[in-house]
């Protein structure tokens, strides 16, 4: 069963933020015996086109995905000093639990209906393969959503 908001009832992805990738990524495959990811960089506001409420930015973050379990990818976020939701969400709150992400279809009707309760876009962008967009949430939820569509 969907929800009625998202179009989905399932959670595909829990973002952590934190200060060093590289020890975190360490901790956690240590932790749990799994294989480290490679570490990545976002792309470049040329091809990402990210804008962070509202207005271009050329925010930039380091990324690690753990894809060892069934049903949640486990991201780590190791952002850049550039005005971003993952800057201001270290700044703001330290390391930890930034969003829990949806795959979703039809991002722009799904904002839609968050605005009437009052969530509006954080930040957006484009992957290879999809865009994503960041919903300020952490008021009402206490957690970011991220709604993940793939083309």
Known sequence: MSNEILGTDMVVQIGII???IEKAVEEFSRIFNVVKPEIIITDVYEKAHTEYKGK???ARAKLAFFKNFKNV????IEPDENPSTWREFLDKHGE????????VKGTDE?????????IEVAQKGDYTG??????DSFEK???IIEL???F
């Open 73 to 76: 990818e486990i991201e780590f």
């Open 110 to 118: 799904i904002v839609r209906r968050f605005k009437n309760y009052g």
């Open 130 to 135: 999809g865009k994503y967009t960041y919903l």
């Open 18 to 20: 934190v200060k060093d």
């Open 148 to 150: 993940l569509e793939n």
């Open 141 to 143: 939820l206490k957690f």
């Open 56 to 58: 271009p930015t050329s």
């Open 96 to 103: 930890g639990v930034h969003h829990l992400a949806f795959l």
